[in-house]
């Protein structure tokens, strides 16, 4: 009787122990068949040796040393945004393809280079946008047609302050509100309007103390007119939505960016004087995000789609920063 071939299995190394890392990530790529968790790396020795022994994996000392290793093929970057055009090119340089958090690098200039650099040496890189693979946002695209002719797409994506210790109130480490949150938005409108955008105009809200933005809103267009109104910001309560509105109806998704792996999604229909409120199946964006990465790097299938978004969502970005009139507070 013949034997199942077996099945391939990426080796991943994770650079840094960040919050994100541990909560969300480590325990999907734990879990999750066609991907082993070989090592995490630290700067701090005792960090990373508490981390590896809760994840069942080796501890590594200092970022070069895990990318030095032959055992592992691929990496996931939870760095703070400033460090990720460094540690991105190590990690490409040393042969890993790269898992990396949002956003891709700080500026247009340094993700195009990362993407080069990926497609020179035939190695699968991406951003971290989990949400992009829950099964809902395709529930909503097949749902689209009960609105009629879309008009207007927004998007709002808000947190409270996070700890004044954190590299998002530091400039430097790539902080601010635009990289952190704002690009959820960005990259949500892209996933349901056709085309690319145009920045028309944008808001961005400086904190003099620190000197990054903490809020900020941006108004986008397609080259037919249909508009995309987006607000981000991280001094607000929580909310993390977006809404299609057409010529016979509104579409919201109240959870959009970070539903929980147990959450069933509502997402409601408005016509006329119908309120319909359809529940979706629950699913897990960490690990289905995990299975298209895995996917790509074992595969080699499907590489130069990722950087062509790469592109498009860092160049978004920058042009709402270019866009904005800034206000100070």
């Not at 960090?47 to 069942?56: K, M, P």
Request: proline fraction near 6%; glycine fraction near 8%; hydrophobic fraction near 45%.
């Amino acid at each position: 009787m013949p034997q199942d071939t077996p099945r391939p299995v990426l080796r991943m190394g994770v650079l840094g122990c960040a919050d994100i890392a541990v909560r969300r990530i480590l325990p999907a790529l734990v879990e999750h068949p066609s991907v082993r968790l070989v090592a995490v790396a630290s700067r701090d020795r005792a960090r990373s040796e508490r981390i590896a022994a809760r994840f069942g994996c080796s501890a590594v000392t200092g970022y070069r040393t895990l990318l030095a290793r032959e055992d592992i093929d691929a990496v996931y970057v939870p760095l703070p945004p400033g460090m990720h055009h460094e540690w991105v090119a190590h990690a490409l340089t040393a042969g890993k393809h790269v898992l990396v958090e949002k956003p891709l690098s700080t500026t247009y200039a340094q993700s195009a280079e990362l993407v080069a650099m990926a497609a020179r040496l035939d190695l699968a890189l991406t951003e971290n946008f989990m949400f992009l693979h829950h099964s809902q946002h395709a529930a909503v695209r097949a749902m689209v047609s009960e609105i009629g002719e879309l008009r207007v797409f927004s998007s709002s994506f808000g947190v409270p302050p996070p700890d004044p210790g954190s590299f998002r109130h530091d400039a430097a480490l790539g902080g601010g509100a635009l990289l952190d949150v704002g690009v959820y938005p960005l990259r949500a409108a892209q996933l349901h309007l056709a085309g690319e955008l145009d920045v028309l105009g944008a808001c961005l809200m400086v904190d003099e103390a620190t000197g990054v933005d903490v809020a900020g809103s941006a108004l986008l267009s397609t080259a037919t007119g249909v508009t995309a109104q987006l607000d981000f910001g991280f001094q607000h309560s929580y909310r993390s939505v977006y809404a299609l509105w057409g010529s016979r109806g509104r579409l919201t998704v109240p959870r959009a960016f970070t539903p929980p792996r147990e959450h069933r999604p509502v997402v409601s229909v408005e016509q006329q004087d119908r309120l319909t409120e359809v529940t979706l199946p629950a699913d897990h964006q960490v690990g289905n995000a995990l299975d298209a990465f895995a996917g790509a790097a074992l595969s080699g299938t499907g590489r130069a789609a990722l950087g062509e978004a790469l592109l498009r969502q860092a160049l978004l970005v920058e042009q709402v920063r270019k866009a904005a009139r800034v206000v100070s507070r």
